[in-house]
């Protein structure tokens, strides 16, 4: 981190604790929380929410599935109620943020919103719990919760294999590569001269 004018080293070391504070906060045991609940309002750490996406995409491109880069842009946002049934805990909240992925048509960065719902029971992990996947029903391993870690997990889910900088993008010319959004490359014409001249060849029995 660089320090800048007006930024005094405390400054940039009492902001590192904060961050390191906010992250330990968000790490509890279910039977911290008390029996009306607890709130939870927090910023996701957007690197380490990016590494993340960033391992997803290997392991699915390893499964030749391919999909396109995610950014997260700074800090999504997170805003979760916890309550708590024996050693189970319910999370129900929503999670905003915005990043940035290639349009599929034309491959220009583009800038999406995301905004969408947290809903999941957790029950302690007892070592027999069956593979299935249930995007409602989770496990955690231990005594603690990684509440920053359950969300990020709805921030990777939520992610769209394929998005357009608008709906009426033109794509890229399929000849030469120009982005047809903001050039007239030309090539639709000189392949319809072509086809004329085919049929210019062609006798009419
Ligand atoms: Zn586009
Ligand atoms: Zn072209």
């Known amino acids: 981190m660089k320090v800048s004018d007006g930024v005094s080293l405390k400054t940039v070391i009492w902001s590192r604790y904060v961050v390191y504070a906010q992250a330990m906060l968000l790490i509890f045991r279910p039977q911290d929380i008390p029996s009306e609940g607890r709130d939870f309002e927090f910023e996701l750490d957007t690197a380490q ?13 390893r499964e030749s599935v391919a999909p396109p880069s995610y950014v997260f ?4 946002k997170a805003a979760v109620k916890v ?3 024996g050693t189970s805990v319910d999370i129900h909240g929503r999670l905003s943020g915005r990043f940035v992925t290639p349009c599929s048509r034309c491959a220009e960065d583009t800038e999406v919103g995301l905004d ?4 999941i029971t957790l029950k302690k992990a007892v070592g027999k719990e069956d593979e299935q996947e249930d995007l409602e029903l989770g496990y955690y391993i231990g005594d603690e919760i990684e509440l920053q870690a359950v969300v990020e997990e709805f921030a990777v ?7 357009l900088c608008s709906p009426a993008c033109k794509g890229l ?3 030469c590569g ?3 959004n903001s050039e007239i490359c030309g090539c639709a014409e000189s392949e319809g001269d072509e ?3 085919v049929l210019r060849g062609l006798k009419i029995q």
Request: aromatic share 4%; glycine share 0%; hydrophobic share 45%.
């Open 83 to 85: 309550t708590r049934r």
């Open 73 to 76: 842009l700074a800090s999504p």
């Open 195 to 197: 086809r004329f001249a």
């Open 178 to 180: 120009a982005n047809l």
């Open 49 to 61: 929410l990016n590494e993340r996406v960033q391992k997803v995409r290997e392991i699915a491109d």
């Open 157 to 163: 889910l939520a992610l769209p294999f394929s998005v």
């Open 116 to 119: 969408v719902p947290v809903d």
């Open 173 to 175: 010319c399929p000849t």
